[in-house]
């Protein structure tokens, strides 16, 4: 007899949080690890967030919520991505989740049925191939290659496109790569969602973590509103990862069904985080900026560091905070080198596999680590190389 349900065979996961257990048991050996791997800010959640919190827990927020969240929180989040991303949008169309990955569980949960097809960037978050293939939905891999600056292929987009494309999901500014969509990939992926009638999943977690020009939102061009679904929130600009905090936008009646599986899965988001939430969107957004400001400085001296090492070269990301260096010239694969990282330099990363096929002949690192440590970790990786070059 088979203990598990046939479906959990094609539940995939993410490598990060594997890699993360692996780096702290070699230091629980007394090793020294440079932890660049897993995606999560290095700063600590600013102080106001924090008390606004502690404040709403005090005050009673310790009971069950609606759902979607609560109406003030979303109407705070509706009035602010209407504003800042021109998307069309009131509360109802807003539905709030322990963390943004839900969000994407959900969605898709709601959307397809066996046999739809998922367009996804490959490399690229590995949640969305592992949801889509759980659900017996297709996925089928967008290759993000290096030589286009790991933009869309518009040209091989459309030649996946097929009467069972149900949806596309695409994720700017992107992890593992750092790169920044193009308005004009963007421009052509909604051309192509309004004329084929698909959905669009936008990713827009690292929205706020951009080094230059000014994010576009699929969802604010015309007719896409009532075709996407915006995925944000909190773990990435306020450093808020732990507390589990993330939020959707989408047409409303969608918004009702994702509800639903709210109601079904976890019944609501805890209302004290949501307080502070709140307190962090209406609060003041200087110690975003200086996060945003640190992780330039850092992306600029690994970036630098990177393509000083033997077999080694990296683009220069526009958003978020990972680079994805291209290894071909070290001769080895990519798993196999992020392992040796790990175990012989000292510094855990992720092999650029972690993040679909695609991936391969890359490594990720994640800038969320102080200017000391990474270049700490460059000089590791440095003797590492230079040595196995010999
Ligand atoms: N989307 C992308 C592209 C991410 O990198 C992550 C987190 O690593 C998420 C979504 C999920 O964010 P959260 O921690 O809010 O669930």
């Known amino acids: 007899m088979t203990p598990f349900a046939e479906r959990m065979s094609r539940l995939g996961t993410e490598t990060a949080f594997e890699v993360l257990g692996r780096a702290r048991a070699l230091e629980a050996t007394g090793r020294k690890v440079v932890h660049l791997e897993i995606g999560e800010p290095d700063f600590d959640t600013p102080r106001f967030i924090r008390k606004a919190a502690a404040d709403a827990l005090e005050s009673g927020f310790t009971h069950y919520g609606p759902s979607a969240g609560l109406p003030e929180f979303r109407q705070v989040i509706a009035e602010q991505w209407k504003a800042e991303r021109a998307i069309p949008c009131d509360a109802d169309n807003v539905v709030v989740t322990p963390g943004a990955k839900p969000i994407m569980f959900f969605a898709m949960l709601a959307l397809l049925e066996a046999g739809d ?4 960037p490959n490399p690229g978050f590995p949640i969305y191939e592992s949801v ?5 939905a297709k996925a089928v ?18 030649s996946k496109i097929t009467s069972r494309t149900k949806l596309l ?8 790569t750092g790169a920044v ?9 909604a051309a192509l969602a309004r004329k084929h009638s698909f959905w669009i999943l936008a990713d827009e977690i690292y929205a706020r973590i951009l080094y230059g020009g000014k994010h576009l939102s699929i969802a604010s061009l015309p007719g896409m509103a009532e075709r996407t679904i915006v995925l944000d929130g909190f773990s990435k600009t306020y450093a808020m990862t732990g507390w589990r905090l993330g939020f959707g936008i989408m047409e409303k009646k969608l918004a009702a069904q994702v509800s639903r599986l709210m109601t079904n899965s976890n019944s609501c988001t805890a209302t004290f985080i949501q307080k502070a939430g709140q307190a962090a969107l209406t609060g003041p957004q200087d110690e975003v900026r200086a996060m945003v400001a640190e992780f330039r400085v850092r992306r600029d001296t690994m970036v630098q560091g990177l393509n000083e090492l033997p077999g080694v070269s990296c683009l220069v990301p526009d958003g978020a905070f990972y680079v994805f260096p291209n290894i071909k010239g070290t001769g080895m694969k990519s798993a196999d080198l992020a392992k040796a990282l790990l175990e012989e330099a000292g510094v855990a990363c992720l092999s650029g596999t972690a993040f679909g096929e695609h991936g391969e002949g890359h490594i990720r690192f994640s800038t969320a680590n102080s200017l000391q440590n990474i270049q700490t970790a460059l000089q590791s990786i440095n003797e590492f190389l230079t040595v196995r070059a010999k």
């Open 117 to 120: 097809e998922v367009l996804y």
């Open 132 to 136: 889509a293939n759980f659900l017996g």
């Open 141 to 158: 891999p967008l290759v993000l290659r290096e030589e286009k600056g790991f933009d869309l292929d518009l040209a091989e987009l459309e």
């Open 169 to 176: 999901i695409f994720n700017s500014p992107h992890n593992p």
């Open 181 to 189: 969509l193009k308005p004009e990939t963007i421009e052509a992926i």
